[in-house]
């Protein structure tokens, strides 16, 4: 599943929000995750992050891509912090290795930490079309190039995977091994992929370079408009603000010394 798939219009309340709400949102939820060091205040992120992709009618394939990708971290994370970070008392021991009470409490807060994170991401890429993406940033005020270089990297995430997978394709049908063999065998094979990708990006990389000079888009030129621009209502002013006041707040408390002993 390609960034560009991951859209799938629904209907739903949340949907109905102006694009610099689902923007400003999941941005919010994702801060909080990394001001917060409890695993239980982590916990209750996720439990609101799963709320969230619900209310948003994210399709459940698309939370299951990206569900993947914490079975690869997660682990990744325990390991390193029970192995590596010691503190408090030890609570058992594999040869060498020791885990104890406080490697096993922050390897548990920072997997629920990018659990929450990397679960938001969703509300993000599919609650909305890129096309609003572009346009939430702008009425943030974020310059018109920054906002044509995101629109460009969701774009072109999808097109290198549709150029390896027609350059594997291709090499396949000429008998190049690819994923079998040993190490020589598939850096062989990983070689014969790259160098053409390689050729095939630096191409429309020139194409690209055209396209952009032509339709005037530079640093010094920020009067580019759309075509729609966002309208929030008042439903979506609260929202904003009530996120932004509660991120504001959870910020300040972090600072006094009963926030550090609470959220940390």
């Not at 509660?246 to 550090?260: E, K, M, P, R, S």
Request: hydrophobic residues 55%; proline residues 6%.
């Amino acid at each position: 599943m390609t960034i560009a798939s991951f859209y799938v219009p629904r209907r739903s309340r949340y949907r109905r929000l102006a694009a610099p709400t689902k923007l400003i949102v999941p941005v919010v939820v994702m801060t909080a995750a990394f001001l917060i060091g409890q695993p239980i205040l982590n916990a209750a992120l996720v439990v609101l992050v799963a709320a969230l992709l619900r209310l948003a009618a994210i399709p459940a394939g698309v939370v299951r891509t990206f569900a993947a990708v914490l079975r690869t971290l997660i682990p990744v994370i325990t390991v390193g912090w029970t192995v590596f970070f010691r503190s408090g008392e030890v609570l058992f021991s594999i040869g060498p290795l020791e885990v104890t009470s406080g490697g096993l409490y922050r390897a548990i807060a920072t997997d629920l930490r990018f659990a929450a994170i990397v679960l938001t991401v969703p509300l993000i890429l599919a609650a909305m079309p890129q096309q609003d993406l572009v346009a939430a940033l702008r009425w943030l005020r974020l310059p018109y190039i920054v906002c044509f270089i995101v629109a460009l990297s969701l774009r072109t995430i999808p097109t290198l995977e549709r150029d390896v997978t027609l350059i594997r394709d291709a090499q396949r049908s000429r008998g190049v091994e690819l994923d079998h063999g040993g190490l020589r065998t598939k850096l062989r094979g990983l070689a014969s992929v790259v160098l053409p990708l390689m050729t095939v990006s630096i191409g429309r990389l020139e194409v690209m370079s055209r396209v952009i000079e032509s339709r005037g888009v530079t640093s010094r030129r920020p009067c580019r408009t759309f075509y729609r621009r966002p309208t929030p209502t008042g439903v979506d002013w609260a929202i904003m603000l009530g996120s932004l006041g509660a991120l504001l707040a959870l910020f300040l408390v972090g600072l006094t010394t009963f926030g550090q002993a609470v959220l940390r």
